[in-house]
């Protein structure tokens, strides 16, 4: 019973039902909103149809991902890699094993496509075709009357190396759907940050791992830096210390790794300190606001019972009395800010770094103009299992598809009165190349030495 059991669970059939149940559950994903992934969506959907959303909750359709019903039918997958792999290392092994039982006559013996006799000139004898053979990378057993040879011996293996990247890149993409994280934060230059989840965005909702943690991370903006030449953005250098005081720059295509999670600039914005003054002269409040300005884009704050809507212009000039910049470069930066109150408007003016603008009694005075930057950040544990799944993989096909296996066996003998060298070969695939090879490399040995040593005239 237990082995009708084995053997089922290493079947192919069982691997096809086994495939197409996480295909299953995959679809399942994508038509059930998952309260992990879509959180907003969920919610609504939750408050719309409460009693579908508890049945789907309690069968585990709204985490199908997480489901013990996923994590069972992923740790049968993996147990059927396992018995397969387990079943085909005996196979393996004894396929690369050397033996002098693998010597036969090669005229008669079954499964070698290849075969011919090539007579030999009087002086060449078989110990020299044997160190020919071994010179050109063949393992050789036996002697000139009966031998046989193999090269490229352990080419099995790379079907055990294939199939255990492959049990490695299921396992890196299996952990890293547990435990992956992402969200998106916002931080100006000089801002700290320890990793905390409140100080992530809100939306997107952070997706919070299965498995494990969210980021820890601890660092601080340094420095932020728009690089723009002209009037072309050809990159960002962002500069952030670590919690042990060693600087990092991030660019467009350079993250910043660490913990296993990436943080990857997505944006870039104006952080302005804007501070509001009484008729006296009194600051009543001020803050640093993180405004989505760059490129055209208008954005507002509230400092006090006033909004402010700002428009940001890096290289401002004031054309035929209309606002507008020359350039991308930050070069004269500029904000054009409208002040309303429960509606009303109340100015516009356009108010340069270190500058103000007057308005009902009050002032607004811009005191600082960093910048801001939004990093995308994903967190997954799998990603270096899955790196060295793909590594292996390429090995294992390298190895098989360039070093594959050929074999052949000989024998020097006489043959209708003239001494030969008989031989038989065969190869994995590439058949047609390998009887090429074959014909070479006997033509070759024979021919060469005939060369180098010419038969003498007996007359």
Request: aromatic share 14%; proline share 5%; with cysteine.
């Amino acid at each position: 019973m237990l082995n009708k059991l084995k053997k089922y669970l290493s079947s192919l059939r069982f691997t096809i039902l086994l495939i197409s149940l996480l295909g299953l559950i995959f679809a399942l994903g994508l038509l059930v909103p998952q309260k992990r992934l879509l959180k907003t969506i969920y919610l609504e959907w939750q408050r719309n149809s409460p009693g579908l959303v508890a049945f789907l909750d309690a069968v585990g359709l709204t985490d199908v991902y997480a489901s013990p019903i996923t994590i069972t039918v992923w740790l049968l997958f993996f147990l059927n890699l396992s018995l397969v792999l387990w079943q085909r290392w005996p196979l393996v092994k004894s396929r690369i094993a050397l033996s002098e039982t693998r010597i036969a006559d090669p005229k008669v013996a079954g499964g070698y496509p290849f075969r011919n006799s090539y007579p030999l000139p009087p002086d060449l004898n078989g110990d020299t075709i044997i160190a020919a053979l071994r010179k050109n990378r063949y393992t050789v057993l036996g002697e000139a009357s009966g031998f046989y040879g193999v090269k490229n011996r352990l080419a099995p293996i790379a079907f055990m190396i294939f199939h255990l990247s492959f049990f490695l890149v299921l396992l890196g993409g299996v952990v890293s759907i547990y435990t992956e994280f992402i969200g998106f934060i916002d931080l100006a230059q000089g801002e700290n940050f320890q990793g905390e989840l409140d100080r992530y965005n809100k939306m997107p909702i952070p997706k919070i791992p299965a498995i494990g943690s969210i980021p820890k991370v601890s660092f601080k903006i340094q420095n932020i830096v728009p690089q723009v030449e002209r009037n072309t953005v050809t990159g960002i250098k962002v500069t952030l210390a670590d919690d042990g005081g060693k600087n990092h720059e991030v660019g467009i295509n350079t993250p910043y790794n660490t913990d296993n999670s990436s943080f990857v600039f997505k944006h870039l914005g104006v952080a302005p300190l804007f501070v509001l003054k009484d008729a006296s002269g009194k600051e009543i409040q001020g803050a640093y606001f993180k405004l989505d300005v760059v490129k055209g884009r208008q954005d507002t704050f509230r400092l006090g019972d006033f909004i402010f809507t700002a428009d940001f212009f890096s290289d401002y000039e004031l054309k035929d009395g209309a606002h507008t910049s020359k350039s991308m470069e930050f070069t004269n930066p500029v904000f054009v800010i409208t002040v309303a109150r429960d509606g009303r408007k109340f100015a516009e003016a356009a108010v340069p770094r270190n500058g103000s603008m007057a308005f009902a009694g009050y002032s607004l005075e811009m005191r600082d103009m960093p910048f801001w930057v939004r990093f995308y950040v994903v967190k997954q544990r799998g990603l270096s299992i899955l790196y060295a799944g793909f590594a292996l993989a390429s090995i294992g096909v390298i190895w098989r598809l360039l070093f594959y296996r050929r074999e052949i066996i000989g024998a020097v003998r006489e043959v209708d009165g003239v001494r030969c060298f008989v031989v038989a070969g065969r190869s994995e695939y590439y058949k047609s190349l390998a009887e090429d090879e074959f014909v070479k490399l006997f033509e070759g040995i024979v021919g060469k030495t005939y060369e180098l040593k010419p038969m003498r005239d007996e007359g």
